[in-house]
């Protein structure tokens, strides 16, 4: 039994790894994960930075875990995505314990797969951004909160508070652990002996979950920009008193827009597979699918309902509970596939086959079936892997990694230009923007080349002057361009290159300042 166990672990972790780093670095950087990684860059080369995410208003935990990384591997970009791979391997231990514990064994793996081939995951896990690792923290969250009730251990809890408490120095939908703690009660074995006495240990078990989390989270306050966090939030969330204002003024537009979301990245058939086990769990697992639900369907609609500024990203803590439920509409259709497979083989010529015949075409019908069933998924993350101009990713995502300004193509052939040009002489760089995609990129590669100066600028207009002054002095001058779509005529310049983003109608472009321009 052990033996199998470890072959199917052993099987799904090296799919799961193969999945994620095979051209792990083919989707350029892009703008968040730029920023992020610099700043990761600046808090290794002073430790007095170690908080420098919070002068945006973002928790820090992503950028302190990137540290390492950075001081282990070479490429940036590489060290910055291989922390959400890891990530990425907690919640896949994390779903296959959850589901194992709640539904069985069989459930437990089929959600590990799930969670492998996923479109979704399989995208976020390979981007250096702060999403998996929340995930990652949410799923285990959620499966200590279930040990809790069950087993209503002291140890469990001071486990589940650092669980929490990490999750809080990531991001702020981490609070949903919390607010989803109350859910335990579902759970409660409300027949037993002494009822009263283990619901008040449940209790206070939650309050020592919630004292400790806190607790950690006020490692924040060590550094004076902690309030940054809340200006940063509502600008993304409406306050109460707005929302009290006007209560369903986001509600209905953002369901739509999210839940076009889930369908895009989960695909047609695995939420087919997610209603037919929301329906199968309901009837035959009440309560724990009531209890998956909720920890998809409050911060759902809480995000509906308060969000202003929505990414696909943000759905994916809320969305991994749900993967249980798909494994269950899977495992009942090969419950119905059984039984009439049963009675087909008692009342037809099938009956008068040998027994290894029977079995042999009734494994090919299931294996065809589960063929069909994977089928669009597998092929939406083989897209992502090796052709992600060609994924069929929502647009807004499509905007961001691939087609727009955020999206970071040109900028390896940029730093390699600029790394030759400055074997010999000094060179200065201005970018478009003080902040984001360019200024961040260009010093993330070229921070140790003592040769090369870079400087943001904004607005573009307001360079050209300066620039100018600087290539007068005979010192090489370029401007690099993210978004504007050309050179002004007037400007003392000559594009050196242009490289097209996706495929959209935006380059970047590199133009180098003339000597004694005017």
Known sequence: MWKRRVLIFTALTALFFSSRLINLTLIPIFTDEAIYIRWSQIALQDPVHRFISLEDGKQPMFVWLMLPALKLISDPLMAGRLVSVFSGSLTLVGLIALSWKLFGEKIGWLTGFIY??????LLYDRLALYDSLTTALMVWALFLTILMADFLRFDIALILGMTVGAGFLTKSSA?????????????????TKEVGKRLFKLAGLGIVVTLLSKGIELI?????????IGLKDHTF??????????PFERLFGNLGGLWSWIQSYATYPLMGLFIVGMIYGLKRHKVKTLFLSLWFSVPFFALASFGKVLYPRYLLFMVAPILPLMALGISWILNILDRFFEILTAKTWLKKLAKADREGKYMFIKFCLLTYLMSVPLYVSYKIIYDPLSAPLPRVDRFQLLDDWPSGYGINEVVDYINQRSKSEKIFVGTEG????????LNIYLK???NVEVKGYWPVDTSIRELTEIANTGKPTFLLLKDTQAPKPEWPVEIVGKWRKGKGEVYSILLQFKSGGQ
């Open 116 to 121: 492998i081939i996923s479109p979704f995951f």
């Open 448 to 450: 140790d080349n003592k």
């Open 434 to 441: 003080t902040f984001g995609l360019t200024p961040a990129a």
């Open 220 to 228: 924040l306050r060590l550094a004076p920009l902690s309030h940054m």
């Open 237 to 246: 969330i409406v306050t109460n008193q707005e929302f009290i204002a006007h």
């Open 175 to 191: 609070q949903f652990a919390l607010i989803l703690l109350p859910t335990t009660l579902l759970l409660f074995n409300w027949q």
